[in-house]
């Protein structure tokens, strides 16, 4: 059995089709699934998705692409979000200074409230870090050391963070940027990821792995990716199918009812 780690079922892309995307996963061997909130105020529509679906779990956050049209919330607050029992993280937050949607402290300040409402609920933190590896490693060194763990989301960033967030007890998620041809320095560092941290994902509905790359992406293809994670580690499919949904419950412990 594989696991997609993180994709976005709730997304206008997927309207209409959730049942049968659950279902392709599921024959694809895809056996559970993560979805992921980017705005608070969806919370409810996507916990109740998740309920409709026996393998589909959720996270609950503000990415940081939103916090500047949406505002902070407030950690409490998120904290509660994570009660349910459908809700396995909260996130994704994090910082992306790609596209800079919104401030950067603004973002910084959301990040650092995610991690210490993980913290006080006890559920681990999804994490979006683009172009930012700096200021993430810093943020994760002082707000996340020793406390929940959490998952480098859709991991495409440099060593130095990698190694930051492996010293901090961090997983990290690859997703179909591992398939395409010029990712030759992030299958590198891939590559030297302990097989005890290491996740996959998709992404869906954005990033479908070589040979899909290019349409729209959904949660059975994260076979392909763990396809070339399985090739990186020198390792059988199954093998990695393995190791990755043992780490994928360790991660995320509400999501083993299925298991
Ligand atoms: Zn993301
Ligand atoms: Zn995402």
């Known amino acids: ?14 309207e209409g089709e959730v049942d049968a995307l659950v ?12 979805t992921i909130c980017t705005r608070p105020r969806q919370a409810g529509a996507v916990i109740a998705l998740a309920e409709r679906h026996e393998s ?16 902070l919330s407030e950690e409490g607050d998120l904290a509660g979000l994570a009660e349910h029992p459908k809700v396995v993280a909260l996130g ?23 991690i210490r409402a993980a913290a006080r609920a006890d559920v681990p933190f999804v994490v979006h870090s683009r172009n930012a590896d700096t200021d993430t490693a810093t943020i994760l060194e002082e707000e996340a050391a020793g406390q929940v763990p959490g998952v480098m989301h859709c991991f495409s960033s ?7 967030a492996l010293e901090l007890g961090l997983y990290i998620s690859l997703s179909g940027i591992v398939t395409f041809r010029n990712s030759e320095g992030l299958r590198d560092i891939a590559a030297d990821v302990p097989l005890d941290r290491l996740l996959v994902e998709t992404d869906a509905p954005f990033l479908a792995p070589v040979p899909m790359r290019g349409k729209r992406n959904e949660p059975a293809y994260v076979v392909h990716t763990a396809a070339v994670a399985a ?7 199954e093998a990695f199918a393995a190791a990755s949904t043992d780490n994928f419950f360790r991660l995320f412990p509400k999501a083993r009812p299925c298991a």
């Not at 594989?2 to 997927?14: A, G, I, K, M, Y």
């Not at 937050?93 to 995610?114: A, K, M, V």
Request: net charge negative; charged share 25%; proline share 4%.
């Open 23 to 34: 279902e392709r996963a599921r024959e694809a061997g895809v056996g559970c699934m993560v």
């Open 92 to 114: 994704e937050t994090g910082l992306d200074y790609h596209y800079d949607r919104s401030p950067r402290e603004l973002q910084q300040e959301s990040f650092r409230r995610h």
């Open 158 to 164: 440099g060593r130095a963070l990698a190694d930051k």
């Open 1 to 14: 059995m594989l696991v997609d780690s993180h994709c976005h079922l709730d997304f206008p892309d997927f």
């Open 231 to 237: 090739g990186l580690k020198g390792i059988s499919g």
């Open 56 to 71: 589909v779990f959720c996270a609950v956050g503000l990415h940081p692409h939103h916090v500047a049209a949406e505002g």
